[in-house]
T-cell receptor, first 113, second 109 residues
């Protein structure tokens, strides 16, 4: 079946602008994760959604970052007032409830100029 | 937070076996994973092992886990040029994954 999809694949934005990144998980997967991959920091966990429970936002680096998941499916990661250090690849993953496998999407490469 | 350490680079000849090593500090990890990333692509889950297992084999891939030493390895038999990629090991901390910095595997003809 279809894997995790993310859009856009690439996003170039000016410093100070807001951006929205979208993730469409594998159908039926109740858990959704956002990670960030950057040269300096490697792969970092950002946020976790499980069903209708309150998300775990413990990995978000600042209050400029937020995410929502509507209807238990699609998720949007929003970065407000982007900074150059936000430049990275943002990866989304999903998993089925109770199972350990996390399946990743292709990522969105964000460049802040 | 948890530290996951990997060597940065490995070069092997086509047809040889590759062994990629990883050490981790969080003994509470229930699962340990190997992911593969090709240029410009996302992470592909290769395999994972439950922490109470010593070994898992899946076709050309063999995972060895030494829980006492917190050491994980991935052996790729009969390595092919298509195996050239970056390999990440990860352990779970609850539901989040903690990744190493990745090992870049280069397979030469």
């Amino acid at each position: 079946g279809a894997g995790v999809s993310q859009s856009p694949s690439n996003k170039v934005t000016e410093k100070g602008k807001d951006v929205e990144l979208r993730c469409d998980p594998i159908s039926g997967h109740t858990a959704l994760y956002w990670y960030r991959q950057s040269l300096g920091q490697g792969l970092e966990f950002l946020i976790y959604f499980q069903g209708n429970s309150a998300p775990d936002k413990s990995g978000l680096p600042s209050d400029r970052f937020s995410a929502e998941r509507t209807g238990g499916s699609v998720s949007t990661l929003t970065i407000q007032r982007t900074q150059q250090e936000d430049s990275a690849v943002y990866l989304c993953a999903s998993s089925s409830s109770g199972l350990p496998e996390q399946y990743f999407g292709p990522g969105t490469r964000l460049t802040v100029t | 937070g948890e530290d996951v350490e990997q060597s940065l680079f490995l070069s092997v000849r086509e047809g040889d076996s590759s062994v990629i090593n990883c050490t981790y500090t969080d003994s509470s990890s229930t699962y340990l994973y190997w992911y593969k990333q090709e240029p410009g692509a996302g992470l592909q889950l290769l395999t994972y092992i439950f922490s109470n297992m010593d070994m898992k084999q899946d076709q050309r891939l063999t995972v060895l886990l030494n829980k006492k030493d917190k050491h994980l390895s991935l052996r790729i038999a009969d390595t092919q040029t298509g195996d050239s990629a970056i390999y990440f090991c990860a352990g779970n901390s609850g539901y989040a994954l903690n990744f190493g910095k990745g090992t870049s595997l280069l397979v030469t003809p």
